[in-house]
């Protein structure tokens, strides 16, 4: 079992920028990557941006550039430091790991992300 605990989010203004931070506890050594997952309403939840064990990344087009995804050296927390948020960036923030041989997938409560002027 891995536990996933996030902080940050919030309300932030077009062009600001923001950070969101997740902690992870239980099974660590069996994680294989952990990231972001975003969903809007009406919309399907989208990764964002992750980061394998190897360290690993990968961003979602309309983030690359703008998001920043990193690590601490434990590998237990991982970081998204968002910049230059626009108005579609607004959604819940979720975070992510996947866990053993199977990737079985395990998610954050949710943080909410408003762009807005």
């Known amino acids: 079992q891995v536990q996933l605990v996030e902080s940050g989010g919030g309300l932030v203004q077009p062009g600001g920028s923001l950070r969101l931070s997740c902690t992870a506890s239980g099974t660590i050594f069996s994680i294989n990557a952990m990231g972001w997952y975003r969903q809007a309403p009406g919309k399907q939840r989208e990764l964002v941006a992750a980061v394998t064990s190897m360290g690993s990344t990968n961003y979602a087009a309309d983030v690359k550039g703008r998001f920043t995804i990193s690590r601490d050296s434990t590998k237990t927390t991982v970081n998204l430091q968002m910049g230059s948020l626009k108005p579609e960036d607004t959604a819940v923030y979720y975070c992510?790991?996947?866990?053993?041989?199977?990737?079985?997938?395990?998610w954050g409560q949710g943080t909410q992300v408003t762009v807005s002027p």
């Open positions: 992510n790991a996947k866990s053993g041989p199977g990737n079985f997938d395990y």
